[in-house]
């Protein structure tokens, strides 16, 4: 058996997806454990681009079981469409046969898309940059105890009593905002239809794991978002509302501490969508010059990302808080033809250097980064398929990445597709060989 967490290490968007899909050729259950449809995993398979908010990166290989565990909150109506388009894509989903909802999930409500929506207006200059799709207000209500759970559609009267408890704090809220409040009825119809079509998937999550595991299945962990957007360890308030790193994976009913191996995925340089510090961050031209060659718009949003050099200082953060054991890096490709690169390797401001990430200290906004230049290349690398017919330089670049966050890069990403990658063999810290991929 082998339990493997795929995380990714910036602020998002690192090419999580396609990873999660190699992977899982070889996987048996694959478990998302945190973030909502916030999310959003690429993948591309021949001519076919899906793109997956909700649904576990594996449901796109046949025999594969797919878990959406208790630490993930759930818009059950945006569940149902994507589980109708996927389909139409001829992808088969199955409920109860190749997807399962932990009955513990968190469920997102139409108050809570208002409530997002609301609450980043009243930010004004302090907005975060938020999706507006529910997921902050969803996972306030749980800490606050007044959420509904999967399970509570199972239960008309459960449902009732859940719904009218819920809407006696909402419905004042919003009314007091001068916003018309949410129908008790139509909610209460609305989430038993809903039901009827998802309750089939219901499932202790968390148990059907911990068997899997009994039973040495093949585990994938499949995280959301990056540890930089982490709501504890990453930039905040512009963060998500979740655990994203290993540690996230306990809501899903499994113990972190049996997880065998973190793969962490980078890009070879760096984005972010929304708000929030971004020290390497690129204007004018050669930002949009790395926008446009790396399609950079986000596929929740379809917002244009920001585009930066790769930081070493906040990814050597990202791998260490997540105890990450190898590193995948994508888009490697897209750097072709910009010479000189930089890499930030330090931080400076306020008459200090920082070469280790400064989490939580003041002023980070104001710190600026502190960079190596590195030669550049010219060659399409979307054919390349070995490490050793790279360019020079483009070796040289992966090998400085590699050394400056002290963890291997066994897999290179030069390409969208599944077959667009490159492995090189690369040896553990123990001097083991490691695998990366199942492949």
């Known amino acids: 058996m082998s339990s493997i967490c795929v995380v990714g290490i910036q602020w998002g968007d690192e090419g999580k997806g396609k990873v999660i899909d190699m992977m899982s050729a070889s996987s048996d259950l694959v478990v998302r454990y945190s973030g909502g449809n916030n999310a959003g995993h690429t993948v591309v398979v ?11 990166s594996g449901i796109l290989r046949p025999g594969t079981k797919n878990l959406i565990g208790g630490g993930v909150v759930v818009d059950p109506w945006e569940l149902v469409k994507e589980i109708e388009g996927i389909r139409k894509l001829g992808i088969e989903v199955e409920l109860g046969k190749n997807l399962f909802l932990a009955w513990s999930a968190h469920l997102i409500l139409p108050y809570h898309r208002m409530q997002d929506q609301v609450m980043e207006e009243l930010r ?13 207000p969803a996972y306030q209500d749980r800490a606050s105890r007044i959420g509904l759970r999967f399970s509570d559609l199972a239960d008309s009267a459960v449902l009732e009593k859940r719904v009218d408890a819920a ?10 905002l001068g916003k018309a409040p949410i129908d008790r009825e139509k909610l209460l119809g609305d989430l038993k239809e809903v039901g009827r079509v ?31 957007l982490d709501v504890d360890l990453g930039t905040y308030p512009y963060v998500t509302s979740s655990s994203v790193g290993p540690a996230g994976i306990g809501a899903a009913g499994f113990p972190p501490r049996e997880v065998q191996r973190v793969v962490g995925v980078a890009k ?10 971004f020290p390497t961050e690129l204007f004018e031209e050669m930002g949009e010059r790395i926008r446009t060659q790396g399609h950079e718009f986000g596929a929740t949003t379809g917002r244009p990302r920001r585009c930066g050099w790769f930081d070493l200082v906040a990814v050597r953060y990202a791998v260490e808080v997540a105890g990450v054991d190898e590193l995948c890096l994508t888009n490697l490709d897209v750097l072709s033809g910009i010479s000189p690169l930089k890499v930030a ?31 550049g290349w010219d060659e399409d690398l979307t054919s390349v398929r070995s490490f050793e017919e790279l360019p020079a330089a483009a070796r040289a670049y992966v090998e400085f990445l590699e050394n400056g966050l002290g963890v291997s890069i066994p897999v290179l990403s030069v390409g969208p597709g599944r077959n667009q990658v490159i492995h090189r063999g690369a040896a553990s810290n123990n001097g083991s060989s490691t695998k990366v991929l199942g492949v």
């Not at 004004?124 to 902050?136: Q, V």
């Not at 809407?167 to 007091?176: A, I, Q, V």
């Open 46 to 56: 021949g001519k076919e681009k899906f793109v997956l908010h909700l649904l576990p």
């Open 124 to 136: 004004g200059h302090g907005k975060i940059g938020t999706t507006g799709r529910g997921i902050g």
């Open 167 to 176: 809407l006696s704090l909402k419905n004042r809220f919003l009314e007091g």
């Open 198 to 228: 998802l309750l089939p998937s219901g499932q202790d999550v968390g148990a059907m794991v911990r068997t899997a595991a009994l039973e040495k299945k093949e585990i994938l962990f499949e995280g959301a978002q990056g540890m930089m």
């Open 268 to 277: 070879a340089y760096t984005t972010r969508v929304g708000e929030g510090p």
């Open 345 to 375: 390797v330090a931080y400076e401001g306020e008459g200090q250097s920082f070469g280790v990430y400064p989490a939580g200290v003041p002023g980070f906004e104001n710190l600026k980064p502190h960079y190596e230049e590195l030669e």
